[in-house]
T-cell receptor, first 116, second 110 residues
């Protein structure tokens, strides 16, 4: 089974703090994604990566950065957290050779971040 | 522009059948996914359609009509554990990104 893990389930930070969210997958997937999920808005893509050290902006990259130094690990960084970044953050991974269907995404458990 | 529409909420009775619709308007099409998400948990993959027709997988089936920009997820013999949100997502082209609907919250009553 695909396993995607995230560093924290719940996180509380203060405005202006630098926040690191980590994601690790154990299936040797090439692609990794960071989303945020807010009520009524669905999943919105922040950044994704299709290879080590490669990154692409998604729909809402402002205020975020990412790092992918190893294939299995994809980090999301909030340089200076703000209250409007309070959300559920979901990490996912996929592979073009996935058995269930090309590029099926598998999700981690999510991190609920609250910025005070 | 890109748009995926799903009903916000549906209610059904345990043991019954429910159909959750998804319509999409995208510049391209290269596959449609359905995911299930229980409250407070991550989405889990249910089905994938890239060709027209019905894909059956146990109690769940998913249908696609590319010409109509339409899909549905059919859940049979509903169980209380099927209470969850169901997310529809479309891949527009050969890149890796998906466009997500806001999800349909399904409430199952005894």
């Amino acid at each position: 089974d695909v396993k995607v893990t995230q560093s924290s389930r719940y996180l509380v930070k203060r405005t202006g703090e630098k926040v690191f969210l980590e994601c690790v997958q154990d299936m040797d997937h090439e692609n990794m994604f960071w989303y945020r999920q807010d009520p009524g808005l669905g999943l919105r893509l922040i950044y994704f990566s299709y290879d080590v050290k490669m990154k692409e902006k998604g729909d809402i990259p402002e205020g975020y950065s990412v790092s992918r130094e190893k294939k299995e690990r994809f980090s999301l960084i909030l340089e200076s957290a703000s209250t409007n970044q309070t959300s559920m953050y979901l990490c996912a991974s996929s592979s073009p050779s996935g058995l269930a269907g090309a590029d099926t995404q598998y999700f981690g458990p999510g991190t609920r971040l609250t910025v005070l | 522009g890109q748009n995926i529409d799903q009903p916000t909420e549906m209610t059904a009775t345990e043991g019954a059948i429910v159909q959750i619709n998804c319509t999409y308007q995208t510049s391209g099409f290269n596959g449609l996914f359905w995911y299930q998400q229980h409250a407070g948990e991550a989405p889990t993959f249910l089905s994938y359609n890239v060709l027209d027709g019905l894909e059956e997988k146990g109690r769940f089936s998913s249908f696609l009509s590319r010409s109509k920009g339409y899909s549905y997820l059919l859940l049979k013999e509903l169980q209380m554990k099927d209470s969850a949100s169901y997310l529809c997502a479309v891949r527009e082209d050969s890149n890796y990104q998906l466009i997500w609907g806001a999800g349909t919250k399904l409430i199952i009553k005894p």
